[in-house]
């Protein structure tokens, strides 16, 4: 038995030399400036990641490539890495598997995750880490994923469906593409991505598509996000669009013109908020507007074209509301409405607290 023992504890020690890649470290304390640009490591077993990589190299990593099997103990492993003083930025999982289980998040919350997705929460507040390539076999990429970190790049893969509310929520990614089996991107999935100046979208995703870097429905006719520092200041929405999505146009700082065509009768919770947007005009067509759909922003006057008033509509509900005003957001603006509407505005739910509304 000791025989058997002794040859099961060799082996896993040949595995894990066998599969890493590293600068030399020839310090025995660890504590020396030493960088080890990549290392490789296959985990054949869920939960024994800390074990393959030596406590001397941990915190000197810049780049880790993991294969095999991952569980809640192993990405607990991975968190608790980047809270020290380390010099991890990349993460390759392409061929990881992920089995589930419970993790602490690095915010310390305790959370799970399922077999074969990127759980709620997992990567959040990760500042340092700055791009992952995620395993080929995943299928969801949970709430607030990857939210309020340092990402910069990302690569999703086919096998994605799902991406979660607040995904990439306060991340510098610049850019991202949608796969072709993306089914549902969750509220706000990428608020705050105030580097982001591009979104495509696989020609046969079935749900999606992009038109001049712009995220919309299959359809073309639900403008979903503009990102938001796409190059130029002015945007003319194209006259199929009936809806602006939520948030849709939410932190464009860069954009301080737009036009809205008459087609479109719906604008989101949040649509313009924290936009450059000085001044704008809403058609006839419009009949609903969001809760806060221009909170925030620089909008310093509004012209409305209909003499009836747009309903207030708010959608969100607990945790998904994220908003920081009453009713539209209008208190730091002019709201222009047609000779002979303005007790009707007045008498409106949506605008009864508003005393700058004027007729024109």
């Known amino acids: ?5 002794f040859i099961g504890m060799t082996l896993i020690a040949v595995i894990a030399s066998v599969h890493f890649v590293a600068c030399s470290d020839d310090n025995s304390n660890g504590n020396d400036d030493t960088v080890i640009e990549k290392l490789v490591v296959h985990v054949p077993n869920a939960g024994n990641l800390e074990a393959l990589i030596d406590v001397k190299q941990r915190y000197k990593i810049q780049e880790l490539v993991l294969s095999g099997y991952l569980n809640g103990i192993d990405i607990t492993y991975i968190l608790e890495t980047f809270k020290e003083d380390c010099k991890l930025k990349r993460l390759d999982l392409t061929d990881v598997q992920m089995l589930g289980g419970k993790f602490t998040a690095f ?57 979660g509310s607040r995904a990439f929520i306060d991340t510098r990614i610049t850019s991202i593409a949608i796969s072709k089996n993306i089914i549902k991107i969750g509220r706000q999935a990428f608020n705050l991505c105030l580097e982001m100046s591009k ?14 870097d712009i995220l919309f429905n299959k359809e073309k006719n639900v403008l979903v996000y503009y990102p938001a520092n796409k190059a130029g200041n002015s945007y003319t929405i194209a006259e199929n669009v009936i809806a602006i999505s939520p948030d849709a146009f939410n932190s464009c700082a860069n954009l301080t013109s737009i036009v809205i065509p ?7 919770n949040g649509a313009f908020s924290r936009a450059g947007i000085s001044t704008m005009t809403i058609p006839k067509s419009v009949i609903e507007i969001g809760h806060c759909a ?7 006057e509004i012209h409305f074209l209909n003499n009836t008033p747009p309903q207030l509509i708010d959608d969100s509900e607990g945790e998904d509301r994220m908003y920081y005003c009453d009713s539209f957001g209008f208190d730091n603006c002019n709201i222009y409405v047609p000779k002979g509407s303005y007790e009707t505005y007045k008498a409106s739910y949506a605008f009864k607290q508003y005393d700058n509304i004027i007729e024109e």
Request: net charge negative; glycine share 8%; with cysteine.
């Open 107 to 163: 915010n310390g919350d305790e959370c799970t995750f399922s077999r074969n997705e990127i759980g709620d929460k997992m990567f959040s507040q990760v500042i340092s880490l700055e791009s992952v390539k995620l395993p080929n076999s995943i299928t969801r990429i949970g709430n607030y994923a990857f939210s309020f970190s340092g990402l910069t790049s990302l690569e999703i893969p086919n096998s994605v469906t799902e991406i």
């Open 262 to 268: 008459n087609s479109v009768t719906q604008i989101g």
């Open 199 to 212: 979104i495509t979208v696989a020609a046969d995703n079935l749900y999606y598509s992009s038109n001049d």
């Open 294 to 300: 221009f909170g925030g922003g620089a909008l310093k």
């Open 1 to 5: 038995m000791k025989t058997l023992r």
